[in-house]
């Protein structure tokens, strides 16, 4: 796989802060990282999993960076979605 190959060349460290990943709706593990980034090329987005993940964590404020707005709209629909599911 050439994203494989490609990720070889770098030395990835933990993140300073929590990145969710798509392929398991949970933290990266740093001893992972690379394994997970070239999984999500090619995985199913677990969504859903992810916006419950953090939303089981408390109160969360989700922010959007680039353009456009449509995760951030995504994520306020399956707040109030999985809100009512829950209750």
Not at 38 to 51: C, F, G, R
Not at 60 to 83: A, K, R
Request: with cysteine; aromatic share 10%; glycine share 6%.
């Amino acid at each position: 796989d050439k994203f494989a190959e490609y990720m070889e060349q770098f030395e990835l460290h933990k993140p300073k802060i929590p990145i969710i990943s798509n392929v398991h709706a949970r933290p990266y593990r740093t001893k992972d990282i690379k394994e997970t980034m070239i999984a999500q090329m090619v995985s199913t987005v677990k969504w859903e999993e992810s916006i419950c993940y953090l939303m089981g964590k408390g109160d969360m404020e989700f922010e959007q960076i680039g353009p456009g707005n449509v995760i951030t709209g995504l994520s306020s629909d399956w707040q109030s979605l999985l809100w009512r599911k829950m209750r």
